[in-house]
């Protein structure tokens, strides 16, 4: 079996992410069971290796492995040699001499990610590289999506979000959810309009296939979607913004701004949410806010990607389908709860 990443939501292309999110879907069923689990990765060990913080993304990574009867590692740096002066490849190898299979990967600089694929064995996940990319982050996004339209028009998840306008606002400078997302939602037909102060754009646009907007409230009468992005204020070195104050007016959602969207409008954020500033409280925990599904559904996106590039050399095809060895569909059934 040959080795196979998932670095950038470039390296699904359209049919990889409709089957990630098919995949999914089948895994989000499993969820739901008293006993949610599956034997699909038994034998296999995954590792969260996070040099960057993270609450979420982590434990859903951890979740997702177990569910799917993998072994898990977690590598902490602070209480790890990186504190006695290991370099970051030392480190990785020998993770990789453990006999890890996937390495779930976070760093602070882009491309970290990218720079391990190549010196270790194991699958490596992108799980959040500088303001590069965040590739599961969209994946769930767009599942969620789906998911949202499908349970208000009354039918199955279409995996086409076309005649779907999505507005991405805030720090879209520093975001690498902003760039995994634009692929993702690019891919499956939605338009993206990216709304920021023109200190946070990005310097260039002119290749995302995107329209650019620094004035919310002209925007928002025409989106169906309004996802909201947090102030990378870690990697904000120069002095963007006037105020936190004057961000907040002009480019968050408050109640007022919340009033004025039509009732079907919905509302993401990636987490974590800093309320009051790029989101109002009442608001992020509103009936139109999906962010608790985002995160609920983190878990089946993941346990699909994992799948996706440690079950191929057994499952194949048919594991893919959901029919396959310890798969969620007929075969997976019988012997969920192992
Ligand atoms: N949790 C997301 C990330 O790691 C979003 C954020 O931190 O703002 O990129």
């Known amino acids: 079996m040959t080795r196979s990443d998932l670095l950038s939501v470039a390296d699904l292309g359209r049919e990889g992410i409709v089957e990630v999110l098919r995949l999914a879907d089948s895994f989000a069923e499993v969820s739901e069971r008293p006993m949610p689990k599956v034997p699909a990765l038994r034998g296999r060990t995954v590792a969260t290796v996070f040099f960057e913080s993270s609450t979420r993304t982590r434990l859903s ?9 993998a072994d898990t590692m977690t590598f902490t740096p602070a209480t790890s040699s990186l504190t006695k002066g290991e370099s970051m490849r030392d480190t990785v190898e020998t993770l990789d001499a453990m006999g890890v299979d996937a390495m779930v990967v976070r760093h602070a600089s882009a491309g970290a990610p990218a720079q391990v694929a190549r010196w270790v064995r194991a699958s490596v996940v992108n799980a959040g590289d500088g303001q590069h990319e965040h590739p599961t982050q969209a994946l769930l996004d ?10 208000r ?3 199955a998840p279409a995996d086409d979000l076309s005649g779907l306008r999505i507005a991405i606002v805030g720090d879209v400078r520093h975001s690498r959810v902003a760039r995994s997302g634009v692929l993702a939602y690019r891919a499956l037909g939605a338009r993206v309009v990216l709304v920021a102060p023109p200190t946070l754009l990005p310097p260039d646009t002119s290749g995302w296939g995107v329209e650019t907007a620094v004035d919310l409230d002209e925007v928002l009468g025409s989106v169906d979607v309004v996802y909201l992005l947090r102030l990378q204020v870690e990697r904000i070195r120069e002095c963007l913004l006037p105020s936190l104050h004057e961000y907040a007016e002009r480019f968050g959602l408050t109640r007022d701004r919340a009033r004025r969207l039509a009732p079907e409008v919905l509302v993401m954020h990636p987490g974590p949410m800093v309320r009051g500033l790029e989101i109002d409280a009442e608001v992020a925990s509103s009936a139109r806010s999906l962010v608790t599904r985002q995160v609920h559904n983190g878990v089946a996106v993941r346990m699909a990607v994992l799948f996706r590039l440690l079950a191929g050399g057994r499952a194949g095809a048919a594991g893919a389908s959901g029919e396959g060895h310890g798969a969620p569909g007929a075969g997976g059934v019988a012997e969920a709860g192992q």
Do not use: V
């Open 61 to 69: 990574f951890e979740a997702a492995a177990k569910r799917l009867s």
């Open 142 to 151: 767009c599942f969620t999506l789906r998911e949202a339209i499908a349970a």
């Open 153 to 155: 028009e009354g039918r």
